[in-house]
């Protein structure tokens, strides 16, 4: 059986993965945060991460660890320390003990954005963040050190895999969707970042694919990389539809039949664009993949079972 190693398993997309690809290959966790069947360790200290990687000698590497919570944007070092620096000793490391194919998960967040075509991988590459800036520079660095890797740029994850008993659990919660459906829920009022971008309706327009779409894809390209038949591509994950914020919101509302609520807005964050929304074209082509579970109903309803399971036992950051 194939040995996998995910990084940030303890994470959100990490322990949805995990648990999606476990029936199938030999999947073993690495993270700052000791859970069942994920190793402790920090990527920045390269000893014992050492040591965990000697120990399991994975087939594949996928490195999904990394600092990508948006409200903390201004905190460069974080990001350069959490996603250079640790990027940079997984590829040593790798190197060191021979292991070939790394997955990396990347962002939209490295496009311009904003326009008026969904965006391919040949779109431009212009990020206005040092989220977008810091991951842009592991896709170089992974490109440059001659790895057999896959470089997945993912527009919004969202949702949750009921079955598994995995989803979106960040401590505090920071996310549009769960975010609101909670609120909503519970008849709290919203907070909406800016009304003042150039979009339909003046909030942001953004790409949201569900978790249950994003783990059939690297079970997809993990079945073509064991028969060698993909290597060395970079490609888009999202659902080629975009939503607004103000439009997830009114569709959380229809689903729940709940509108004893209040929005308002506030200031725009640093490093928001207006529109992000992507082609998923060379996905069909390369790995025969569709978001065959990125409606916007099934991506809300999904997370409302999550939700329930948990009890709706949430911390949020508003």
């Not at 014992?48 to 201004?74: C, E, F, W, Y």
């Amino acid at each position: 059986m194939k040995k996998i190693l995910i990084t940030g398993a303890a994470g959100y997309i990490g322990s949805c993965l995990l648990a999606y690809l476990n029936k199938k290959y030999a999947v073993y966790g690495l993270d700052k945060i000791k859970k069942k069947n994920v190793y402790k360790a920090d990527l920045t200290n390269i000893k014992i991460t050492n040591k965990i990687i000697r120990k399991i000698m994975p087939d594949v590497i996928i490195h999904l660890a990394g600092q990508s919570t948006i409200d903390g944007i201004g905190s460069k070092k974080k990001y350069i320390k959490n996603n250079e620096i640790a990027t940079a000793n997984i590829i040593k490391l790798m190197k060191t003990n021979d292991i070939k194919n790394i997955f990396f998960s990347s962002t939209a967040a490295v496009y311009k954005g904003n326009s008026k075509k969904n965006l391919t991988e040949k779109s431009k590459i212009e990020p206005n963040n040092i989220y977008g800036v810091t991951k842009l520079k592991c896709e170089k660095l992974i490109k440059k050190n001659k790895l057999n890797y896959i470089i997945f740029r993912f527009f919004n994850v969202c949702s949750s895999i009921p079955s598994l008993k995995v989803g979106e659990l960040h401590e505090p919660e920071t996310h549009l969707i769960p975010l609101s459906i909670n609120k909503i829920l519970r008849n709290k009022n919203i907070k909406i970042y800016g009304n003042n971008f150039k979009t339909r309706d003046g909030t942001c327009i953004r790409d949201y694919i569900h978790i249950l779409d994003l783990c059939a894809a690297f079970d997809k390209t993990l079945d073509k990389l064991f028969k060698n038949k993909i290597s060395k591509k970079i490609i888009n994950l999202g659902s080629g539809k975009g939503y607004s914020n103000l439009e997830i919101i009114k569709n959380i509302v229809k689903i729940t039949k709940k509108n004893n609520y209040k929005y308002k807005f506030v200031q725009r964050r640093i490093g928001d664009i207006a529109k992000l929304v992507c082609s998923y074209e060379k996905a069909k082509s390369i790995i025969n993949w569709k978001p065959h579970n990125s409606n916007l109903e099934k991506i809300i309803k999904d997370e409302i079972k999550w939700q329930k399971i948990n009890n709706y036992k949430r911390k949020f950051i508003y």
